[in-house]
């Protein structure tokens, strides 16, 4: 079965502007995680969605937002980036309400320039 | 709050010899560990839980709740172990986030 699509691969964009990363879930997975990863920081948890509810955020700033959608697709959102949030983007899904047996996409390399 | 912590950035392994990567936890109620791991261009992938009790490519991996810890060992190291190892722990009951450690590198040399 194909595992956790997540679109684009590769992002550049300049400071200020937006973008929207995409996830598709492994087929009925219904809980998607995003995750940010840095050399500097390694995993830091953004939020975790469940039934199109957001069960959990983590602590960055309101330009991060997401969704997700009743065919528990996510997308995920930054506004008015910054040089910072250049990192890789991962998504992974989980067929269980609860706990850690995740699995993860390739992630969508973002650079800001 | 959870924690997890891997007090080994790098860790550097003769093949043949035994591995030990290092994790310590902090959380109050019931965890759930995991280990991930990162080869080379490939995509994060789960390698063990602990409550499967497996052994995968030769790893395992006990939860001591006493230290709280969750080493990972293999007895024989092997060159395509070299990668990048995540610990992380996950609340058995409630619906808090799935945490992770800051990795380990580990360098398997020939």
């Known amino acids: 079965k194909a595992g956790v699509t997540q679109t684009p691969r590769y992002l550049i964009k300049t400071r200020g502007q937006q973008v929207t990363l995409s996830c598709s879930p492994i087929s009925g997975h219904r809980s998607v995680s995003w995750y940010q990863q840095t050399p500097g920081q390694g995993l830091q948890f953004l939020f975790e969605?469940?039934?199109?509810?957001?069960?959990n955020k983590g602590n960055f700033p309101g330009r991060f937002s997401g969704r997700q959608f009743s065919n528990s697709r996510s997308e995920m959102n930054v506004s008015t980036l910054e040089l910072g949030d250049s990192a890789l983007y991962l998504c992974?899904?989980?067929?269980?309400?609860?706990?850690?047996?995740?699995?993860f996409g390739s992630g969508t390399r973002l650079t800001v320039v | 709050a959870q924690r997890v912590t891997q007090p080994e950035k790098l860790l550097s392994v003769f093949k043949g010899a035994p591995v030990e990567l290092k994790c310590n936890y902090s959380y109050s109620g019931s965890p759930e560990l995991f280990w991930y791991v990162q080869y080379s261009r490939q995509r994060l992938q789960l390698l063990l839980r602990h409550i499967s009790r497996e052994s995968i490519k030769g790893f395992t991996a006990d939860l001591n709740k006493g230290e709280t810890s969750f080493h990972l060992k293999k007895p024989f190291a092997q060159e395509e172990d070299s990668a990048m190892y995540y610990c992380a722990l996950a609340p058995r009951f409630g619906n808090e986030k799935l945490t992770f450690g800051t990795g380990t590198r580990l360098t398997i040399i020939p």
């Open positions: 992974a899904s989980s067929l269980e309400r609860q706990g850690g047996g995740y699995t």
């Open positions: 969605y469940f039934s199109e509810t957001q069960r």
